[in-house]
């Protein structure tokens, strides 16, 4: 089968399109012939493997110390539809339409890939297309993981840093149909994005800092880890909330450990692993009540350039790579 192999740390083009073998799934395990994947802020950081915390070092004995170990294929998420399953698959039958979130398993560059039925899988409503199931088993779940955490109540304030990207463009809508006033923070190009979203204000990060707008907001939800609660800490309400992804030790401390003027209070967010959830975001998409905002894509081949698009910065929403 063709797929995309990542052969080195370092640019888009250490992503080759080669010919592998095709998996077999095993007991618990689904054969799914991918139709869609996605390009997501972890894959790219992954590709290029710059980053320092505290799961660097695991991470590097996993994937490979000086570079990825055999023929590892990236992609965190796919939808396509069931060709086989393992003998013991219960759940699930051949041609079920499925998106599934693969985590660091990966897999999802390619023209088959599998996935275990008691993972985050689950099966793609009537209405729903395979691009637009693709985008939720991370970034979607990602998004509704900050909002749940956050409960934001009705009338409040929700500032989202980094709402015109894949995340954020979730997390505008589930926080606005929580019924917080959503104020979302992105690049000039970014602005009108945000808007049609449902965000009732939108800042130009880069002609307006927002941490200069004292005692502001009930909630900062940073999805893309901009800034840090001592900048951000004065934008909030006595009492407010600041969440944060970014797994380094100095920032777990702190979300342990934070007591700012007015009992302000950093958090940390993992990503909320939920099939339950999955379902229900699917369910809002086959409803029209969550839009999937779809920037670019890609076929297959291409897969090195829309990593490439992605590191500009302007992606609006996903980016979405075709599986033939």
């Not at 980094?162 to 006033?181: K, M, T, V, Y």
């Not at 200069?212 to 951000?232: E, G, M, P, Q, T």
């Not at 369910?283 to 500009?312: C, F, K, Q, S, W």
Request: aromatic share 10%.
């Amino acid at each position: 089968m063709k797929a995309v192999v990542w052969t080195a740390y370092g640019p888009p083009d250490v992503l080759q399109l080669r010919d592998v073998a095709r998996p077999v799934p095993r007991d618990h395990e689904l054969l799914v012939a991918v139709r869609a994947t996605t390009v997501t802020a972890g894959e790219v950081e992954m590709r290029r493997f710059r980053f320092w915390n505290i799961l660097t070092v695991p991470l590097r004995l996993y994937f490979g110390i000086f570079r990825p170990r055999g023929e590892r294929i990236p992609g965190q998420e796919f939808a396509g539809d069931v060709v086989a399953v393992g003998d013991a698959v219960s759940r699930f039958e051949v041609g079920d339409r499925v998106c599934a979130h693969a985590g660091f398993g990966f897999g999802g560059y390619a023209e088959y890939a599998t996935v275990s039925e008691n993972g985050i899988v689950a099966s793609i409503q009537e209405g729903v297309s395979f691009e637009d199931a693709a985008t939720l088993p991370t970034a979607g779940l990602y998004g509704n993981y900050f909002v749940t955490r956050a409960a934001p109540g009705r009338g409040q304030s929700v500032l989202i840093n980094g709402g015109g990207g894949s995340i954020g463009s979730f997390a505008i809508q589930l926080a606005r149909r929580a019924g917080a006033e959503v104020t979302a923070v992105d690049r000039t190009d970014k602005l009108e994005f945000m808007s049609s979203l449902g965000a009732a204000h939108v800042i130009d990060y880069t002609h307006n800092d927002f941490t200069r707008n004292l005692d502001a907001y009930d909630l900062i939800l940073d999805v893309v880890d901009k800034s840090n609660f001592h900048r951000a800490a004065p934008s909030l309400k006595p009492g407010g909330l600041y969440l944060h992804s970014n797994l380094s030790l100095f920032r777990l401390i702190q979300s342990k450990f934070s007591r700012h003027r007015g009992q302000r209070r950093s958090r940390f967010v993992s990503e909320g692993e939920s099939r339950q959830a999955l379902t229900t975001l699917l369910g809002m998409v086959a409803n029209g009540e969550l839009e999937v905002a779809i920037d670019r894509r890609y076929p297959l081949e291409e897969t090195a350039d829309a990593h490439e698009y992605a590191e500009t910065g302007q992606k609006r929403g996903h980016i979405v790579i075709h599986v033939e």
